[in-house]
């Protein structure tokens, strides 16, 4: 069973950063594609960026050019660089990884952005 292990969230100001990691484990193949969501209250969960192995990425148009996603292909990490963070940024963050037809999630883990 793969588990996903985040950590990284927090309380930051906005124009601030932060850093997510996600790390994996337990999987016998390596994960094919790796990615972050978030999800707010009422709203459905939404794709921020995601990473395909080697090191193919796809960002929502929101994060463009403030958010970057990486990968350690060697360790199934992924992580997460958040920069130039405004309000509109807070939510859960949730770490996705899938291999084959299978998809697994991360616990979440809390960005709030606010002054």
């Known amino acids: 069973q793969v588990q996903l292990v985040e950590s990284g969230g927090g309380l930051v100001q906005p124009g601030g950063s932060l850093r997510l990691s996600c790390a994996a484990s337990?999987?016998?193949?390596?994960?094919?594609?790796m990615a972050w969501y978030r999800q707010t209250p009422g709203k459905q969960r939404e794709l921020v960026a995601k990473?395909?192995?080697?090191?193919?990425?796809n960002y929502a148009d929101s994060v463009k050019g403030r958010f970057t996603i990486s990968r350690d292909n060697a360790n199934d990490t992924v992580y997460l660089q958040m920069n130039s963070l405004k309000p509109e940024d807070t939510a859960v963050y949730y770490c996705?990884?899938?291999?084959?037809?299978?998809?697994?999630w991360g616990q979440g883990t809390q960005v709030t952005v606010s002054s």
């Open positions: 996705y990884a899938s291999v084959g037809i299978f998809q697994y």
């Open positions: 990473i395909i192995r080697p090191s193919i990425t």
């Open positions: 337990g999987s016998r193949f390596r994960l094919n594609v």
